[in-house]
């Protein structure tokens, strides 16, 4: 188990490059297991839930090996249809695996994902989905199990835009005979980047980017060579660290359009930002304006900026509102925050912070994947020095963060502790 110490009051000044998309990477991967090949998907982050994902599919036969940003998976030899709990419970899009095994082999037997840090989450969407495809679904000692002869085409209406779900049904109807429409489709970069690589493998979709995808099944795919999108929560992260220490950051191998919503709630709060096609400078010379903001699916403000942008708000001069929609009780962070000093009230879904207090550094501790990078940002403006325990949460999801910040100018080294 490793630990962060972070002496807070440096300015972040710099360059970085953003690394490949967590989310992206983790939808395309599953994706090889529709058809058998060879694939090199580029600008893949060196992260733990891509190892994870490698072991997945590795315990099913596919051969993954990433080297450098470089992944080449070879799903030509595919032997079991499993996703064991010991896998999934590390992470829930191991989850994923279940509509492309459904819909080439006819099978799964997939764990039921345990719930998270921040409360239960269901998968009832992907069933009800799979079902609607013709999926036979039975659960069996936290397993669940799905047979089909071969998927037929259908119309599903996703209650909630789920992310996972519109991955896992688009795979799945992939394959499908006949034609499948998904209404209030999640239109996230991350799924839109995964229609586009099963078109590229030969999947018939159109409305690509909308919240209707309509799907006409084939019955073959062949493998392809993709590219990860860049990650829009790694580079937002930056920004948001940057404003925080009033410094200055350009960020490279971005997309702005991923952050529109992002990127104008920074200029609200006082945020100099200039953007090319794949760079973003930001600027921020004075305490910032306290900007409410509300999450909400793309391309509204993302829920897995959240806890980081309670961090900013904390140095705003004045009171924000942070209300969360897309989770219950997604503020694991506010606790640890509030121990380095933070003023900040919790009213069910809504967090109220009060900015402009001085904050002090204290030992803190990693709950999940965005709450310690709220810690992080958080020990970067608190006076004196931080522990931040636990950030193997961190390491799922953030390709070197460390030395990225120190490149920026902050002190933060990574400590190996037996704490656990
Ligand atoms: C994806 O998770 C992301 N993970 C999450 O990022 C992100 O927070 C989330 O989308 C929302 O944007 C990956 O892409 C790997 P959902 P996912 O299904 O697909 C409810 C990070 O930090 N729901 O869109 O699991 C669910 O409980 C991670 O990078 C159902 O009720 O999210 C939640 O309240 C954290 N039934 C809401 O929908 C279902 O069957 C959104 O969940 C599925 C979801």
Redesign the pocket.
Known sequence: MDKFIIEGGQRLHGRIKISGA???S??LMPATLLAPGCYHITNTPNLR?VWTMSRLLGSMGVFCELNGNDLFIDSNNIKSFEAPYEQVKK???S??VLGPLVARFGYAKVSL?GG?AW???????????MEKLGAEISLEAGYVIAKADRLKGTKFHL?????????NLLMAASLAKGTTVITNA?T?P?ITALARMLVKMGAKIDGIGTNCLTIDGVEELKPVNEETIPDR?EAATYLIATAMTKGKIEIENTNPYHLTSVLEKLESSGCKIEVTSDRIELEMDQDPEPIDIVTS??PGF???LQAQWIAYMLTAKGVSRVTET???D?FKHVPELQRLGAQIDLADNVAIVKGGNRLSGATVMSS???ASASLILAALIAEGTTEVLRVYHID??YEAIEKKLQSLGSSIKRVPTDIF
Request: charged share 25%.
């Open positions: 967590k989310n992206g983790l939808a839930d992470m829930r899009a989850f994923y994902p998270c409360g239960p989450r269901p998968v009832d969407l992907h069933l009800k989905g209650d909630i835009s789920s992310v996972g779900a519109t991955g999640a996230e991350e929560i699916i793309y993302p829920t897995d897309i989770y219950q997604r999940d994947l965005r799922r999801g």
